[in-house]
């Protein structure tokens, strides 16, 4: 039981360091949205993560390799959604849409993955979790919106909106994808071909665009940030992602990704000098406590493969 505990523990930690890590990657998305082109700044990050991966994962690849061919289709198809679709999505809708509108639909992800898990592997969504998801969206719209919810009448829609809504299912489905990967499989490796399969998918319509297009000036600042999207956003991130989803599941670590609002606002106050005020902790202290009370039921069986549901 203690060691049951610890082990949830650790999974909401890791879900946590990715929640705040991605965070980031929505500022350097915003940041430099003029100066790096969406592809560009997709390509480059998962060059980056790819090269640091390198080093600890092809030891596990060499000796794992029979698997691995065994398990292409998956690989190929978990790589594709969540590594050359899902952040190139986000990135293209930062140009056409708010960030309001973002934050609201990328609530949208944890929701698409309990109902994805209640059809797909018949998980159960009690009331409680329904309540908890209630009660952390309540958080989250008095956060983007600052306690006046008439902002949300005057929304308009763009194609970016559509972009991020697509985004948010492509997550999702990687992350089912993710809880089902073969048990045969280390994390690791996992990861690494993940990782080479979204790359190998990007890799054309990235030389396509940079054959017809004035060659990439980045700046230090700019160097930097892909710097942070390769090493942070996408190598720490992921991996901590997959781990928490094999720690508590994908629907519990779902529930997690909420808290990414209140982890922007607390980036744009340390990087950006926006102020925190009563409201923001009101909307951090409803996101905490949703969280805590959605994901309770959780702790009560574990799901077919042994791992909390």
């Given at each position: 039981?203690?060691?049951?505990?610890?082990?949830?523990?650790?999974g909401y930690a890791f879900a946590l360091l990715s929640t705040a890590l991605w965070s980031g990657n929505m500022i350097v998305a915003r940041a430099f949205n003029a100066s790096i082109t969406p592809l560009s700044l997709a390509f480059l990050r998962w060059s980056v993560a790819l090269v640091a991966f390198m080093p600890f994962a092809l030891k596990g690849l060499l000796s794992e390799r029979k698997v691995l061919v065994k398990a292409l289709p998956h690989i190929a198809l978990t790589g594709l959604l969540g590594v050359s679709i899902f952040n190139t999505l986000i990135y293209y809708a930062g140009r056409s849409t708010s960030a309001l509108n973002m934050s609201l639909i990328s609530i949208v992800f944890p929701i698409i993955i309990i109902v994805l898990s209640r059809f797909l592997f018949g998980e159960a969504i009690s009331a409680k979790r329904v309540l908890g998801i209630a009660v952390v969206i309540a958080g989250v719209l008095l956060l983007i919106t600052k306690g006046r919810l008439d902002t949300l009448l005057s929304l308009s829609f763009a194609q970016g909106d559509l972009l991020m809504l697509g985004a948010a299912l492509m997550f999702a489905l990687y992350s089912l994808l993710v809880r089902k990967r073969p048990p045969e499989l280390s994390l690791r490796s996992f990861q690494f071909s993940t990782f080479a399969m979204g790359w190998l998918f990007l890799a054309p319509a990235f030389i396509v665009e940079r054959s017809i297009s004035e060659p990439l000036a980045l700046s230090l600042p700019a160097f930097g940030a892909i710097l942070y999207v390769g090493l942070g956003a996408s190598l720490v991130a992921f991996l901590s992602w997959n781990k928490a989803i094999e720690l508590i599941g994908a629907s519990t670590a779902g529930i997690v990704y909420y808290?990414?609002?209140?982890?922007?606002?607390?980036?744009?106050?340390?990087?950006?000098?926006?102020?925190?005020?009563?409201m923001h902790a009101l909307s951090a202290l409803l996101i905490v406590a949703g969280i805590v009370l959605a994901s309770a039921q959780a702790k009560k069986k574990p799901d077919a493969s042994g791992r909390p549901a």
């Open positions: 039981m203690e060691q049951q505990r610890a082990q949830r523990r650790a808290s990414m609002p209140a982890f922007g606002g607390l980036l744009a106050f340390l990087l950006l000098g926006e102020g925190i005020g009563l």
